[in-house]
Every structure is written in structure tokens, then in C-alpha cells.
T-cell receptor, first 114, second 116 residues
Framework: DTGVSQNPRHKITKRGQNVTFRCDPISEHNRLYWYRQTLGQGPEFLTYFQNEAQLEKSRLLSDRFSAERPKGSFSTLEIQRTEQGDSAMYLC????????????FGSGTRLTVV | AQKITQTQPGMFVQEKEAVTLDCTYDTSDPSYGLFWYKQPSSGEMIFLIYQGSYDQQNATEGRYSLNFQKARKSANLVISASQLGDSAMYFCAMRLHTGTASKLTFGTGTRLQVTL
């Protein structure tokens, strides 16, 4: 297992279009997280799954954002009707649940809305 | 609510020297975990070290150690014998252990530049 995989690495889209990102976590990790990182800031929490259940959502996650994790494996994050303010790096992380092992992050998907 | 503060936007250190990156946190919860991550220009967040609020000893992991001062609410990262490959952004983060809290709250980061 080579870690957390995110696709695509880069996405440029026109304002108003819908985009979908995919995250493949480490296979034995039952917890999956999405974060958003804008320039000069630390990552901000968006949502959290334990297996297939979405247990926590940030208020940052407006109605235009939706995330799924069918069957508790890979996850998708969809943004509908994109806005320029959605331009950011979207990071996915997974974990087994023990903090001492940390959370394993992917390399992220950089979204640019033009 | 929890908050992480990193007051050093940028730091320089000479190769082979030690450097301390500052982190203070704010929470009223008694149980929490503190993390440090490294983010190179490639964008991936790399886990470095973890300290639990009830851990009696400061965490160490190779050249990384965490100077945990609970009363001061500080969790500084010490990197010994700096290497050129240590040049990156460094983020301090916290997770509360109460209830179903799962998210990491990050600081704004410190950019470390290692020079020859």
C-alpha cells in the first residue's frame, strides 16, 4: 500500500461548473477526513467518515459541497456550482484511530476556479 | 473552541544546527493530542510527532522532539542537526479527545529554511 491517493492532482474549472475529487485511503484505515487549505493557511477541517458513515461536517461545508464514502473504501468530494472562493488545495487523510500514529495525508487536489 | 497559534511565519537555520518552532494552543478540555506535520513544496502533509495531554514524558522521534509545557499551553517542535531536506512548512495541530471530536485544528504554519 503506497499511502493515500488523490485524483486528480490539479483541476481547473470555470465558475459555475461542478467538480468531483476522489480519495483512496490506506486500505486498512477505517477513518477518512477531508480538509481544505488556502494559500498561507493551515488545513481546515471539512468532514469526517468512519467506515461509510459521515459522522462530522464543518460549517465550512456549504450546501454546494457533498461527500460520500460508499462501502467504506474510497471517498468522493463534489462541489456544485463552483465559485472563485472555492479555489484551494483539497486534502484527504485517513487513520486507524490511534492518534499516536498520526493521520496519513494524500498529496491533495489543487482546484482553480476561473 | 480550540485554537492553535504559530507566531513565527518564517525561520532560518544553518545546516547541522538545532531549531525550535513555537506552538501555543488554547483549549479548556483536559484531554487532547498535539501533532506536528511537515509540508514540503509537493503539498503532502507528513506526520512527524505526537504528544498526548496526559503523557508524562516529552515525545521524541529521531531528530524531532516536542517540548511540551502543559501549564504554558505550549508544544514547541525541536529539530536537531538540521538538514537541507528539512526546508518546508511546519504545522502544529490539535485534536480534542472529548465526545466524538475527530478533527485536527491546525495553526498557520512556520516556513523553515535550512541554509548551508
Amino acid at each position: 500500500d503506497t499511502g493515500v491517493s488523490q485524483n486528480p492532482r490539479h483541476k481547473i474549472t470555470k465558475r459555475g461548473q461542478n467538480v468531483t475529487f476522489r480519495c483512496d485511503p490506506i486500505s486498512e484505515h477505517n477513518r477518512l477526513y477531508w480538509y481544505r487549505q488556502t494559500l498561507g493557511q493551515g488545513p481546515e477541517f471539512l468532514t469526517y467518515f468512519q467506515n461509510e458513515a459521515q459522522l462530522e461536517k464543518s460549517r465550512l461545508l456549504s450546501d454546494r459541497f457533498s461527500a460520500e464514502r460508499p462501502k467504506g473504501s474510497f471517498s468522493t468530494l463534489e462541489i456544485q456550482r463552483t465559485e472563485q472562493g472555492d479555489s484551494a488545495m483539497y486534502l484527504c487523510a485517513s487513520s486507524l484511530g490511534g492518534d499516536v500514529y498520526g493521520y496519513t495525508f494524500g498529496s491533495g487536489t489543487r482546484l482553480t476556479v476561473v | 473552541a480550540q485554537k492553535i497559534t504559530q507566531t513565527q511565519p518564517g525561520m532560518f537555520v544553518q545546516e547541522k544546527e538545532a531549531v525550535t518552532l513555537d506552538c501555543t494552543y488554547d483549549t479548556s478540555d483536559p484531554s487532547y493530542g498535539l501533532f506536528w506535520y511537515k509540508q514540503p513544496s509537493s503539498g503532502e502533509m507528513i506526520f512527524l510527532i505526537y504528544q498526548g495531554s496526559y503523557d508524562q514524558q516529552n515525545a521524541t522521534e529521531g531528530r524531532y522532539s516536542l517540548n511540551f509545557q502543559k501549564a504554558r499551553k505550549s508544544a514547541n517542535l525541536v529539530i536537531s542537526a538540521s538538514q537541507l531536506g528539512d526546508s518546508a512548512m511546519y504545522f502544529c495541530a490539535m485534536r480534542l479527545h472529548t465526545g466524538t471530536a475527530s478533527k485536527l485544528t491546525f495553526g498557520t504554519g512556520t516556513r523553515l529554511q535550512v541554509t548551508l
